[in-house]
């Protein structure tokens, strides 16, 4: 994905036999994912417009344009949806879009390398980290708090973490 655009949702499949969908919006305000269009489909294709009829478990009901049957909508189940950078507002220096935070490398407060962050999970209270160590078999997750990830530079591709002992250690060793 280039640098001036980023995901902001995705369509989770069919809501009903009408051609409605359940999306996922990756917004802080999960509604402003409406007031970001036109998106462009990860399969190419444009949305133009998205009515927002309501809310289920962990995603939103809507009507997009161009669907009209269960089947259509059941067929866009896991297409992302993607908007320019220039569409959405302009964050605090505090903030930060996960896909920002992709792929920064990652060292302790005393400059050591910790690994590169892989992802940002949403787990509902505090995102997490993903970040894959060198000589670790699995990912580690690192609390996204201000606490533990004190120093986040954009512009150098690092953060500094201040991990909790042993987050980082093999746990077969």
């Given at each position: 994905?280039?640098?001036?655009?980023?995901?902001?949702?995705?369509?989770?499949?069919?809501?009903?036999?009408?051609?409605?969908?359940?999306?996922?919006?990756?917004?802080?305000?999960?509604?402003?994912?409406?007031?970001?269009?036109?998106?462009?489909?990860?399969?190419?294709?444009?949305?133009?417009?998205?009515?927002?009829?309501?809310?289920?478990?962990?995603?939103?009901?809507?009507?997009?344009?161009?669907?009209?049957?269960?089947?259509?909508?059941?067929?866009?189940?896991?297409?992302?949806?993607?908007?320019?950078?220039?569409?959405?507002?302009?964050?605090?220096?505090?903030?930060?879009?996960?896909?920002?935070?992709?792929?920064l490398m990652a060292f302790d407060t005393g400059g050591a390398?910790?690994?590169?962050?892989?992802?940002?999970?949403?787990?509902?209270?505090?995102?997490?980290?993903?970040?894959?160590?060198?000589?670790?078999?699995?990912?580690?997750?690192?609390?996204?708090?201000?606490?533990?990830?004190?120093?986040?530079?954009?512009?150098?591709?690092?953060?500094?973490?201040?991990?909790?002992?042993?987050?980082?250690?093999?746990?077969?060793?």
């Amino acid at each position: 994905m280039a640098d001036d655009t980023l995901i902001v949702g995705s369509i989770s499949g069919a809501f009903g036999v009408h051609g409605d969908v359940r999306l996922k919006s990756f917004c802080a305000d999960p509604e402003a994912l409406a007031d970001y269009t036109p998106l462009t489909r990860s399969d190419g294709k444009t949305i133009t417009t998205i009515v927002l009829k309501g809310q289920t478990k962990g995603a939103l009901i809507a009507r997009v344009d161009g669907i009209t049957t269960k089947e259509e909508a059941d067929a866009l189940r896991g297409i992302d949806l993607i908007a320019q950078r220039d569409q959405l507002p302009s964050l605090p220096d505090d903030e930060f879009y996960h896909t920002d935070l992709m792929g920064l490398m990652a060292f302790d407060t005393g400059g050591a390398e910790l690994g590169r962050v892989k992802a940002v999970q949403s787990n509902g209270a505090d995102d997490l980290l993903e970040v894959v160590a060198p000589g670790l078999k699995d990912t580690v997750l690192v609390p996204f708090t201000r606490t533990i990830v004190p120093t986040v530079d954009l512009a150098s591709g690092r953060i500094i973490i201040d991990p909790p002992g042993g987050l980082f250690a093999d746990p077969d060793a």
